[in-house]
């Protein structure tokens, strides 16, 4: 008797494997600790990313290779990948004493990203980013350049409706 699974084997099976082009793909690989930071998860890693806008800028990389978070699934595993990969980057915001009122977590939208590989910004203080970057390229009331973590939970379908952002942050309708 075998036990059914809500999980979309789509995803799954599509998402096993690293991508030997993808750059995200192979800093997982490498597993190199002068780039990976804790927390981390079977589920994900953690770097600093290379252009940051703010004091704290971190990057929650899936470990699976997952084309974005427009790609993600209304199941469980997917939902609990998301809300774990939030848990995390507060975990690192709050370990770099950083203030969660004053941050900015979300995801670039496809087709407004440069690499293809989910990736969840964590950016904190946000209050010092440049116009640009606080206004447009990681402003998640301002268009779907970027959307915040709410909305892709919502997309696809996460129970909780807890709060993922802090009580500052704008959602997006």
């Not at 290779?65 to 997917?78: A, G, V």
């Not at 116009?131 to 009331?141: C, L």
């Not at 959307?147 to 993922?164: A, Q, S, W």
Request: with cysteine; net charge neutral; aromatic share 8%.
């Amino acid at each position: 008797m075998t036990e059914e699974s809500p999980v979309n084997t789509n995803t799954v099976e599509t998402t096993k494997t690293r991508v030997k082009n993808c750059i995200f793909c192979n800093v997982i690989a490498a597993n190199d600790p002068n780039i990976i930071l804790e927390p981390r998860s079977d589920q994900f890693v953690i770097i600093k990313d290379i252009k940051p806008v703010a004091t704290h800028h971190f990057l929650v990389l899936s470990d699976k290779h997952i084309k974005s978070s427009k790609s993600l699934q209304p199941n469980e595993q997917d939902c609990n990948l998301l809300k774990s990969m939030v848990a995390a980057a507060k975990q690192i915001l709050l370990n770099n004493g950083c203030d969660l009122n004053d941050i900015r977590m979300g995801f670039h939208w496809p087709p407004f990203y440069s690499i293809g590989h989910m990736h969840l910004h964590a950016i904190s203080p946000a209050s010092t980013m440049s116009a640009f970057n606080r206004f447009v390229a990681f402003n998640p009331s301002f268009s779907y350049v970027f959307v915040d973590v709410d909305y892709v939970l919502k997309r696809i379908g996460c129970k909780d409706e807890n709060k993922t952002e802090s009580p500052s942050s704008v959602n997006k309708q």
